[in-house]
């Protein structure tokens, strides 16, 4: 029984200090990415910029709003297929790490967070920010909200790894790279595939259920953005990018956004019936969702000039 309990003893002598290990490695190739995956163009952001303009959002920010029409010092982080949940722990850890935005935050929101069948994806989101998981708080919270039992996971070091780990290892060995050049902005390129690309994914099917601003989920995390913005004297101001052809749904619930947000006094800027007649026309479009290059530069041009319009007499061209 002694020779037994020695060997579990040493076997997860060995688990454990492997786990360290591989962790230390992972962790050394984590935080010095700063290509497009495993949150590269967030640690590049971290360690290397500061700035009084910051663009957040998901990719209709990555590809649609260009940081260089917002001042000489504005930065764009934006990650595809993310919502208000990651947005809320992204602000948090540039609070915990003193890369706030000195002036105003840009941040795309859209309505359909606020719709409560996506509650379970706002806290999923977050997951792919837990590398953070032992170094900030929130981010650890918001996790452990997954299960009971989610905590057990990161006994294990490499577990802030999972997913993702191995393309750390992978991708440069295949010259897969992409530094955050042009301030984080990725514009799309043209492409003849274009027109059916836009056609076949314009949603036809949506969950119709209610938005809920005053209860639910989204309304957390929102709260959580607008509290780090007024204790840190920063201008935040809500937008949600165009659509080339929104459904109904869309249009309502960009109109109780609008209800909620002037309640709230936080300027909003709806173009999801876009009013700019140039945006209407499908050379401005790379899918459904999503402008091209062409179209970026029309929409960047149009929300400086909105911004402007708004409170920001002394910004820079």
Same mark, same amino acid.
């Given at each position: 029984?002694?020779?037994?309990?020695?060997?579990?003893?040493?076997?997860?002598?060995?688990?454990? %200090?492997?786990?360290?290990?591989?962790?230390?490695?992972?962790?050394?190739?984590?935080?010095?990415?700063?290509?497009?995956?495993?949150?590269?163009?967030?640690?590049?952001?971290?360690?290397?910029?500061?700035?009084?303009?910051?663009?957040?959002?998901?990719?209709?920010?990555?590809?649609?709003?260009?940081?260089?029409?917002?001042?000489?010092?504005?930065?764009?982080?934006?990650?595809?297929?993310?919502?208000?949940?990651?947005?809320?722990?992204?602000?948090?850890?540039? !609070?915990?790490?003193?890369?706030?935005?000195?002036? %105003?935050?840009?941040?795309?929101?859209?309505?359909?967070?606020?719709?409560?069948?996506?509650?379970?994806?706002?806290?999923?989101?977050?997951?792919?920010?837990?590398?953070?998981?032992?170094?900030?708080?929130?981010?650890?919270?918001?996790?452990?909200?997954?299960?009971?039992?989610?905590?057990?996971?990161?006994?294990?070091?490499?577990?802030?790894?999972?997913? !993702?780990?191995?393309?750390?290892? %992978?991708?440069?060995?295949?010259?897969?790279?992409?530094?955050?050049?042009?301030?984080?902005?990725?514009?799309?390129?043209?492409?003849?595939?274009?027109? %059916?690309?836009?056609?076949?994914?314009?949603?036809?099917?949506?969950?119709?259920?209610?938005?809920?601003? !005053?209860?639910?989920?989204?309304?957390?995390?929102?709260?959580?953005?607008?509290?780090?913005?007024?204790?840190?004297?920063?201008?935040?101001?809500?937008?949600?990018?165009?659509?080339?052809?929104?459904?109904?749904?869309?249009?309502?619930?960009?109109?109780?956004? !609008?209800?909620?947000?002037?309640?709230?006094?936080?300027?909003?800027?709806?173009?999801?019936?876009?009013?700019?007649?140039?945006?209407?026309?499908?050379?401005?479009?790379?899918?459904?969702?999503?402008?091209?290059?062409?179209?970026?530069?029309?929409?960047?041009?149009?929300?400086?000039?909105?911004?402007?319009?708004?409170?920001?007499?002394?910004?820079?061209?």
């Amino acid at each position: 029984m002694r020779q037994f309990s020695i060997k579990i003893f040493f076997l997860l002598l060995y688990v454990f %200090t492997g786990d360290r290990l591989i962790s230390y490695y992972l962790d050394s190739l984590y935080q010095n990415n700063y290509n497009y995956y495993s949150n590269g163009h967030l640690n590049y952001y971290l360690k290397h910029r500061k700035s009084d303009t910051l663009l957040l959002g998901s990719s209709r920010v990555l590809h649609s709003l260009n940081p260089n029409y917002f001042g000489s010092n504005s930065y764009l982080i934006a990650q595809p297929s993310k919502h208000i949940g990651w947005f809320a722990s992204v602000l948090d850890l540039l !609070e915990q790490e003193h890369k706030l935005p000195s002036k %105003t935050l840009v941040l795309n929101i859209e309505p359909t967070d606020f719709n409560p069948h996506y509650n379970k994806k706002l806290n999923e989101d977050i997951h792919y920010l837990k590398f953070y998981y032992n170094s900030n708080d929130f981010i650890r919270s918001e996790i452990n909200k997954a299960s009971t039992f989610e905590f057990i996971n990161y006994f294990s070091s490499c577990f802030r790894h999972n997913g !993702e780990g191995l393309i750390l290892i %992978t991708n440069p060995v295949q010259k897969i790279t992409g530094l955050p050049t042009k301030r984080g902005f990725s514009a799309l390129e043209p492409t003849p595939q274009d027109s %059916t690309r836009i056609y076949s994914s314009i949603q036809e099917k949506e969950n119709n259920r209610p938005l809920e601003f !005053e209860n639910s989920l989204a309304l957390y995390y929102f709260n959580h953005i607008v509290a780090i913005c007024k204790k840190n004297n920063i201008d935040l101001i809500i937008l949600t990018a165009p659509f080339f052809s929104p459904s109904d749904y869309l249009i309502k619930s960009s109109k109780s956004m !609008e209800r909620f947000l002037k309640k709230k006094k936080i300027p909003y800027l709806n173009y999801v019936s876009c009013e700019n007649r140039e945006l209407n026309s499908i050379q401005f479009w790379y899918d459904n969702m999503h402008l091209n290059k062409f179209g970026a530069e029309k929409f960047s041009q149009q929300v400086k000039t909105d911004v402007k319009n708004l409170h920001f007499k002394d910004m820079k061209p």
